[in-house]
């Protein structure tokens, strides 16, 4: 475990002195709440009941999940770009756990993941989104995107373990990206979609996240999350098994790519 | 007390056998003994199979076959025994050039579970011994090649390793650089009784710097010894004779030679081990005449491991 914390405080180090990765990390959930959200709000918004501010509030945990799935894309090239470097030869010759190799960069995707989540949220109270402010919801709400990213995260490394080749792995991992994004209820209820599209949402844990934030994290959050009819629990129970599904396939690549 | 340390044997490989795929045989079953607090230099061509050894006994590649212990420690089952003991410096560089040194240096110590006021300690020191103090708090990314080199070398010792493994230390620096690293090299042997398995593929580097010198082709080991040893059985001196002609015929006559004590051929150029490089000179030439060989030019030297490493691996080019 040392050794997962030291690789993560590695990375940490590392972004916090990267000017550029800095601000793209934080400018960029920035742009997607103001930009889209409100682009989007006074579009659609005066269709809605309850006007602009509705569709903010509504699209909120979508754009939280998309921040947390480009984070653990970022994670997973960090991953690459050590493989290619041969930075990973060190970790290897360490004697330390090799798993806590994954781990590391599983924790500080998770990080950061959760820094730009915290981001949005008060981006979007700025702008006008009914978060709640009861602490429970918060953490229920971190707890949420943290299983989330992890379980991306693990796809991503699993990805980027399974290639030599940056392009690919984005081109991959872009094919995976879009799907999940958008054959989800992030962006509209599950009951405007045609069926077809809905038993895609269904099986995308994107949908679970989503629908597990809006119960925590909304003011009245359940009239929001009840339109897809989808079980508190349930958002729990699914994200659990995303997570644990992204770090096996994660450390199964990792354990093949050293053979 | 292990079987290894009470016959003082830091290294001991037995039938190492790497593939990659059904294509490639990277290692084609070296044994290696290795004595403690010595120098031994792996010495081959580019692709003869000399970091693939090194990969393995480091622990981040199993072998296909075969077993090797480091320290008295079996690399595939005590793997992490081994990796406690040992310091790596890998042929490409293996740093993170978005750090500086000395955090390199930091985050190293702290995956060997060192603590802090070990690890500055430890840094300290280092960056002394290789002369980049100055140039600690810089990124890596604006060191020189000989820098990165240097560090990376310090790096290896933070833990005080026994055994130090070094693939390449001084590949593509400049002759003031190497020279450098040479006598680290050295006085790490020296001063604090480490053993140290290298590989080159600079002569001059191993004849100088190495107990033990081990020539690998083709992923086999080809001759062992001190340096001195291998030179020595070239002859005293070298006779090296380019020319046109009944080539065959001439060899073969020259073999027959009492005096001939080694014969190494391979574009247009042989190679003749003599006892006595001036005594036979003239008999070499009236031989080459009478067979019908013309010499266009020849020379007389001093063997050096150049020519014992071209005896065994040949001249043809490699990649």
Known sequence: MSAAVTLWSKHMVKSIHNQM??????IQPILWVVLFGVGMGSLLGPSMPGGEDIYITFMLPGIIALTASGGAIAGGSTWLNERLQG????????PIPRLSILMGNALSTVSKGLIQSLIILIVGIIVGANITSNPLGWMGGLVLVAGFTLGFAGIALSMASSTDNMGAYHSMIMLLNLPLLFLSNALYPLETMPTWMRIGALINPTTYVVTGLRYMLLENGAEFAKVDTIPLWLCF?????????GMWLASSAFKKSLK | MSEASKNNLVIEARGLVKRFGQEILAVDGVDLAIEANTIYALLGPNGAGKTTPII???????????????????????ANDVRKTIGVTFQETTLDKELTGRQALNYHARLYGMSKDQRQAKITELLVLVELEDAADRAISTYSGGMKRRLELIRGLMTDPNVLFLDEPTLGLDPQSRARIGDYI????????????LTTHYMDEAEQ?????????HGKILIEGRPSELVDQMGADVITIAGQGNRDDFI???????CCETITTGNGIIQ???DSGSRRLVEIISLANERGFTVEDISVAKPSLGDVFLKYTGRQFRD
């Open chain 1, 237 to 245: 129970v699914a994200i659990t098994i995303f997570t644990a599904l």
């Open chain 1, 21 to 26: 990765e800095m601000t793209g990390m934080l």
């Open chain 2, 56 to 78: 393995m006994l480091t622990t981040l590649l199993e072998p296909t076959e075969g077993s090797a212990k480091v320290a008295g420690f079996d690399v595939v089952m005590q």
């Open chain 2, 186 to 197: 050295v006085e790490l042997k020296v001063n604090r009784g480490m053993s140290v398995l």
């Open chain 2, 209 to 217: 710097l190495s107990d033990k010198v081990a020539i690998i082709d």
């Open chain 2, 272 to 274: 003749i081990g003599v």
């Open chain 2, 252 to 258: 073969e006559k020259v073999n027959d030679l009492s």
């Open chain 1, 87 to 94: 930075i990973v030869k060190e970790y290897l010759a360490a």
